[in-house]
Each structure stands twice: as structure tokens, then as C-alpha cells.
């Protein structure tokens, strides 16, 4: 079955940066999108960054572009997200998403999240 | 682009509700490709819905997914204790970018 799992969240200063991760399982995940997704806390789902199959297209939300980066290792099915110069509304839990594939423009699973506190 | 949707909404047990989902720039169509998502809090969501109304595995066919006028709509037929959750639609509007709508509260009662 798929799985998605985050890890690297923590606590950092504004103005600081964070590493997250996503290892993904249960799929082929070399020919899937991927993306990142999070929550700020007692808030709505917001999109944040969208990577293609293959590495080689990015698109990122207005609130975080130019200062996070999507990127992946299909040889070890890891998604990461390089957030710099972090602010205190970047503070969420961050879920990545497996894109539904077959033209269908949707995220069809979900990790569980990993939590950001910028403070 | 701000995507629209009820902030809260109530239905009885064996109700009939249904939800809604707008975009400011104008009519949402099949080209947004709207999905449902639901959200227990403090769970991840589980897709429910997508390319306007294709259930995913699993959904019970008492969840209905359309466009009503210039919104997507998501309906719940003969509601459950259960189904109280966060519902938020998500919306391709091209370019690479997909936009969630601020979410729906649903509470059964």
C-alpha cells in the first residue's frame, strides 16, 4: 500500500532554514508528481510546491517562491523541501502528496505531516 | 485566485447536504479537474472525490461529486455521525499551481 512518511520538522528562528523529507513506499515512485501541502495550525489546506516525475519542472505557491525548493531522489523514493529565510507564518504541519498521475491534476495520497515551528 | 467554499454547514442524521466550491476569477469547469478531500482533524485528508465526480476506492456512493451552476459541489446523501469532518475542495487553475478552498466545516446533528 502507498506510503508517505515526513520527517525532519522542528523548531527554528526567522530567518532560519529546514530540511524536510518524504520517503515514499507502495508505488512507483520515479513516475509520479509529487507535492507539498500544509496546514498552519487551527487553519485550511494550503498548496505549496508541485515536482514533476522526473525532477526536471517545480512550481511553488506565491507565498513560499523563491524561498523554498522542491526536489527529489528517485533512486532512494525521497521528496525533500529546502525552506530558507522562514517566517513565522510559515509555522504548519507539511504533508507531502503523491499526484494522482493519468492526467487528473489531483493528490490521491497524503502523509501524515511533519510540524514546522518557527519561533 | 481565492477559491470559495461555506466555512460551516450542518445536516441531520439521514440528511441531504451539499457543499460548494468557487473561484473568483470565475465559473469553475471541468478543466480545474475539482477534487474533494476530507479531514478528520489531526489526521491526514483522505481524497474522496476527483475530476468532478469519480469516487476514490473505498468512498461510499452516498458521497456525490458535481458542478452546480459555476461551482463544484460535493453532496452527501442520507449523512452519518461519521461524515463530521473538514471537507476542502482543490482546484487545478493551470500553470502548475492548485489552489485549496478555505474548507468546510460539516457538523451532523
Known amino acids: 500500500q502507498v506510503q508517505l512518511v515526513e520527517s525532519g520538522g522542528g523548531v527554528v528562528q526567522p530567518g532560519g532554514s529546514l530540511r524536510l523529507s518524504c520517503a515514499a513506499s507502495g508505488f512507483r515512485f520515479r513516475n509520479y508528481n509529487m507535492h507539498w501541502v500544509r496546514q498552519a495550525p487551527g487553519k485550511g489546506l494550503e498548496w505549496v510546491a508541485f515536482?514533476?516525475?522526473?525532477?526536471?519542472?517545480?512550481y511553488y505557491a506565491d507565498s513560499v517562491k523563491g524561498r523554498f525548493t522542491v526536489s527529489r531522489d528517485n533512486s532512494k523514493s525521497t521528496m525533500f523541501l529546502q525552506m530558507n529565510s522562514l517566517r513565522t507564518e510559515d509555522t504548519a504541519v507539511y504533508h507531502c502528496a503523491k499526484d494522482s498521475g493519468r492526467d487528473l491534476y489531483t493528490l490521491d495520497y497524503w502523509g501524515q505531516g511533519a510540524l514546522v515551528t518557527v519561533s | 485566485t481565492v477559491v470559495t467554499q461555506e466555512a460551516s454547514l450542518s445536516v441531520s442524521p439521514g440528511g441531504t447536504v451539499t457543499l460548494t466550491c468557487g473561484l473568483s476569477?470565475?465559473?469553475?469547469?471541468?478543466?480545474?479537474?475539482p477534487s474533494w478531500h476530507q479531514q478528520i482533524p489531526g489526521q491526514a485528508p483522505r481524497m474522496l472525490i476527483y475530476?468532478?465526480?469519480i469516487r476514490s476506492s473505498g468512498v461510499p456512493d452516498r458521497f456525490s461529486g458535481s458542478i452546480l451552476g459555476n461551482k463544484a459541489a460535493l453532496t452527501i446523501t442520507g449523512a452519518q455521525a461519521d461524515d463530521e469532518s473538514d471537507y476542502y475542495c482543490?482546484?487545478?487553475?493551470?500553470?502548475?499551481?492548485?489552489?485549496f478552498g478555505g474548507g468546510t466545516k460539516l457538523t451532523v446533528l
Open positions: 476569477s470565475g465559473s469553475v469547469s471541468d478543466s480545474n479537474y
Open positions: 515536482i514533476r516525475y522526473d525532477g526536471n519542472d517545480e
Open positions: 475530476s468532478r465526480n
Open positions: 482543490l482546484l487545478y487553475v493551470g500553470g502548475g499551481i492548485w489552489v
